[in-house]
Protein backbone atom coordinates (compact mmCIF):
# COMPACT_ATOMS: atom_id res chain seq x y z
CA UNK A 1 0.00 0.00 0.00
CA UNK A 2 2.70 2.67 0.24
CA UNK A 3 3.58 2.37 -3.05
CA UNK A 4 0.08 3.96 -3.71
CA UNK A 5 1.23 7.66 -2.57
CA UNK A 6 4.71 7.32 -5.02
CA UNK A 7 2.97 6.54 -7.86
CA UNK A 8 0.25 8.92 -8.04
CA UNK A 9 2.69 11.99 -6.93
CA UNK A 10 4.99 10.46 -9.94
CA UNK A 11 1.93 11.26 -12.48
CA UNK A 12 0.86 14.69 -10.71
CA UNK A 13 3.86 16.09 -11.25
CA UNK A 14 4.73 14.51 -14.61
CA UNK A 15 1.81 16.17 -15.95
CA UNK A 16 1.86 19.16 -14.02
CA UNK A 17 5.40 19.68 -15.40
CA UNK A 18 4.49 19.28 -18.53
CA UNK A 19 1.84 21.61 -17.89
CA UNK A 20 3.47 24.46 -16.60
CA UNK A 21 5.85 24.01 -19.64
CA UNK A 22 3.37 24.08 -22.12
CA UNK A 23 1.63 26.99 -20.56
CA UNK A 24 4.71 29.38 -19.79
CA UNK A 25 7.46 27.52 -21.55
CA UNK A 26 9.40 26.99 -18.38
CA UNK A 27 12.08 24.32 -18.88
CA UNK A 28 12.90 24.16 -15.21
CA UNK A 29 9.36 23.21 -14.48
CA UNK A 30 9.73 20.53 -16.87
CA UNK A 31 12.61 19.10 -16.02
CA UNK A 32 11.45 19.13 -12.18
CA UNK A 33 8.49 17.78 -12.95
CA UNK A 34 9.59 15.10 -15.51
CA UNK A 35 13.32 14.05 -12.89
CA UNK A 36 11.03 14.10 -9.59
CA UNK A 37 7.98 12.33 -10.99
CA UNK A 38 10.34 9.87 -12.61
CA UNK A 39 12.22 9.69 -9.26
CA UNK A 40 8.88 8.71 -7.50
CA UNK A 41 8.03 6.29 -9.90
CA UNK A 42 11.01 4.81 -9.35
CA UNK A 43 10.52 4.68 -5.09
CA UNK A 44 7.30 3.26 -5.80
CA UNK A 45 8.32 0.65 -8.07
CA UNK A 46 10.80 -0.06 -5.22
CA UNK A 47 8.55 0.00 -2.39
CA UNK A 48 6.16 -2.50 -4.49
CA UNK A 49 9.10 -4.89 -5.05
CA UNK A 50 9.74 -4.10 -1.12
CA UNK A 51 13.09 -3.59 -2.20
CA UNK A 52 15.76 -1.74 -0.24
CA UNK A 53 15.45 2.10 0.23
CA UNK A 54 12.01 2.70 -1.56
CA UNK A 55 10.67 4.63 1.50
CA UNK A 56 14.12 6.32 1.90
CA UNK A 57 13.87 7.63 -1.52
CA UNK A 58 10.60 8.87 -1.20
CA UNK A 59 10.97 10.64 1.84
CA UNK A 60 13.86 12.10 0.19
CA UNK A 61 11.75 13.34 -2.79
CA UNK A 62 9.16 14.60 -0.37
CA UNK A 63 11.16 16.47 1.58
CA UNK A 64 12.81 17.94 -1.94
CA UNK A 65 9.01 18.99 -3.40
CA UNK A 66 7.87 20.81 0.18
CA UNK A 67 11.41 22.49 -0.23
CA UNK A 68 10.92 23.94 -3.45
CA UNK A 69 6.99 24.95 -2.59
CA UNK A 70 8.22 27.15 0.44
CA UNK A 71 9.63 29.88 -1.76
CA UNK A 72 7.00 29.86 -4.12
CA UNK A 73 4.62 30.04 -1.55
CA UNK A 74 6.49 33.35 0.03
CA UNK A 75 6.98 34.71 -3.41
CA UNK A 76 3.43 34.79 -4.40
CA UNK A 77 2.03 35.27 -0.54
CA UNK A 78 -0.15 32.33 -0.14
CA UNK A 79 -2.69 33.74 -2.70
CA UNK A 80 -1.79 30.94 -5.90
CA UNK A 81 -2.95 27.78 -5.87
CA UNK A 82 -0.63 25.90 -7.23
CA UNK A 83 2.24 26.77 -4.97
CA UNK A 84 -0.42 26.02 -2.24
CA UNK A 85 -1.15 22.29 -3.62
CA UNK A 86 2.83 21.79 -3.64
CA UNK A 87 3.38 22.51 -0.15
CA UNK A 88 0.56 20.41 0.93
CA UNK A 89 1.31 17.44 -1.18
CA UNK A 90 5.08 17.78 0.08
CA UNK A 91 3.75 18.28 3.52
CA UNK A 92 1.73 14.96 3.61
CA UNK A 93 3.80 12.96 1.94
CA UNK A 94 7.04 14.09 4.12
CA UNK A 95 4.42 13.22 6.77
CA UNK A 96 3.11 9.73 5.75
CA UNK A 97 6.73 9.01 4.27
CA UNK A 98 8.87 9.29 7.11
CA UNK A 99 6.49 7.69 9.55
CA UNK A 100 6.66 4.96 6.86
CA UNK A 101 10.50 4.92 7.42
CA UNK A 102 10.41 4.93 11.08
CA UNK A 103 8.14 2.04 10.93
CA UNK A 104 10.01 0.01 9.01
CA UNK A 105 13.77 0.91 10.07
CA UNK A 106 12.16 0.79 14.00
CA UNK A 107 9.21 -1.12 14.48
CA UNK A 108 6.99 1.64 15.90
Same mark, same amino acid.
Given at each position: ?7 ? #???? *? ?11 ? !??? !?? +? ?11 ? &?? #? ?14 ? !? +? *???? !?????? +? ?8 ? #??? #??? &? ?18
Amino acid at each position: MAEHPSFT #LAGL *LAVGGTAGFIRTG !SRP !SL +IAGLGLGASYAYA &GY #LIKGNKDYGTELALGN !S +I *LLLG !SAVPRV +IKTKARAPVP #LGL #LAA &GALATFYYQMKVREFRFGV
